[in-house]
């Protein structure tokens, strides 16, 4: 594993044109800046954060973070509506745009590089106003606690994580984020030291110290926030495939690990996916994300309560003005007919309650063998598409989160199967009902 490791850390270290490169970006992003903020009593300062600060940034993926330090004192609404001035007047020549986190940002792009300007509060640890107030305190602790051979193991598992599709903090990938990289480097000292302590990693474990109890599937702590726990805004799925593939890379070492590798597409399965398609008015990436992910949760359950079998399911958006839920169901089409469990006969009430109204209701009532009444219902949906068309029409306040039923009402389709699919869509609907390409090392 050593050879591996060491030809990936030589080819993640940013070549020195690249470096000259993202400084002169950088300072001129800070100053242009640096500028505007004289012109506000409320702002006291400025400062670079994130990867490029701590130099744990890779050559194709460096933003610019630089953090506008506000007063304590002044109100969010201050907060929000300078730090935007700020942001869209200091990089107007570079087609500013608004991003959301707890609290909406500027980014921009100067020559292919994100600059992001973010707001936070100069307050003391541990007194934060906001979720940004954490960052400065992250990039002094990295800094100071960070060898350079450490930052360099941070990119070798940025890459890998990259190449897994598990990095990235945003909602739509729910993955690792890069702080979460340094503070798992810091913690294990390397990169093949974590894969092996990841490797055998137990439910729960805590990495790092608290006294505070989570419930998730692993926890990492928060170095500078003992009460925070990092690993609660990643997926389980995504927790899953990192201890799956550093298990797999301690078996069997390869570069193969840090190439980018694709799911193995199944063409057996597209009938049973069905795919809901709308339009949506342009709002901010996170938002439209965060709201079809919770419409495509809510609309699984509904599937499951009229007695269609979800396997899977995803959402995808291009940001911009398509949206698309993906079930992958066990069936399209299901029996006409099911059976209804009713309680044991000897609830008398209970029991006379489900026996009258099923006679009333149900083709057949009968004693089961583990004594319970048993009721043979009609369903009223056997096809998927007809049911979810129906539900949507009538029922979009239950399944549809409040800032997608304008879109709705403007109109949507449901379908099965890739016949009117794009490519790059097809795509996107081909991991739910592919092999998951970071379980093809065990192959």
Known sequence: MKQIISKVSKSVIPPKTIRRSKEQIAETAFNLVKKEITKYSEVIGLEFGGSFAKDTWLSKEADIDIFIKFKKNVSEEKFEKISQEI????????????????HPYVEAKIKNTKINIVPFYDVKIGEW????????????????????????????????????????????????????????????????????????????????????????????????????????????????????????????????????????????????????KFDFRARSPDIIWGQIKRATSTLSTQLELEGFTVFRSKSYTDQQKEAYLFFFLESTKISGIYQKTGPEFFRDDSTHSFISKNLRNADLVWVGNERKIIALEKRKHVDAVSFMKEFLKKNLQIGIPKGLQNDFRRGFKVFVGNKTLSKSIKEEASELISVDGTLLYFN
């Open 129 to 276: 106003k906001s979720a940004a107030d954490r960052s400065s305190f992250h990039t002094k602790f990295m800094k100071k606690s960070l060898t350079s051979k450490m930052k360099n193991e941070v990119r070798v598992l940025k890459t890998f994580l990259k190449s897994n599709g598990i990095y990235g903090a945003e909602i739509a990938k729910q993955g690792f984020s890069g702080y979460i990289s340094e503070v798992l480097i810091l913690e294990f000292g390397s990169f093949e030291n974590l894969v092996k302590s990841i490797s055998k990693i137990k439910e729960n474990q805590i990495i790092g110290k608290t006294s505070k109890s989570f419930d998730t599937s692993i926890v990492v702590i928060d170095p500078i926030d003992s009460n925070r726990n990092l690993a609660a805004a990643i997926s389980d799925e995504n927790i899953g495939k990192f201890i799956l593939i550093s298990r797999a890379l301690k078996e069997k070492p390869s570069l193969e690990f840090f190439k980018n590798k694709k799911s193995k597409i199944s063409n057996k399965f597209w009938n049973n996916l069905l795919v809901v």
């Open 87 to 102: 942001g869209f007047n200091s990089l107007k020549k570079y087609s500013p745009y608004v991003r959301y986190s707890q």
